[in-house]
C-alpha cells in the first residue's frame, strides 16, 4: 500500500478525492447486492462450533459438526 501511495504521490488532490469516491461507491454497491449478508462476526462462527463444559470448565468443540 505504501509504495502505491509514493508512486501516486504525482496525483492532483482531485484525483484522489475521485479515486475515493470510487471506492466508497463500490463499497456501497457490494452491501446492497447482498454480499454483506454472508459476513458473520468471527465470534458467531466459534459459538457454533463450540459449547461449555461445566465439569471441565473449559470451551469444548461440538462433535456433531
Known amino acids: 500500500m ?7 504521490f504525482r ?5 484522489w478525492v475521485m479515486m ?3 471506492r466508497v461507491i463500490g463499497i456501497q454497491a457490494n452491501r446492497r447486492n ?5 459476513m ?3 465470534w458467531k462462527h466459534f459459538d457454533d462450533t463450540h ?3 461445566a465439569s471441565a470448565e473449559e470451551w469444548v468443540p461440538n ?3
Open 2 to 8: 505504501l509504495a502505491a501511495v509514493k508512486w501516486n
Open 11 to 15: 496525483l492532483s488532490p482531485r484525483e
Open 20 to 22: 475515493a469516491v470510487v
Open 34 to 38: 447482498g454480499d454483506s449478508k454472508h
Open 40 to 42: 458473520q462476526p468471527l
Open 51 to 53: 459449547h461449555w463444559d
Open 63 to 65: 462433535l456433531e459438526r
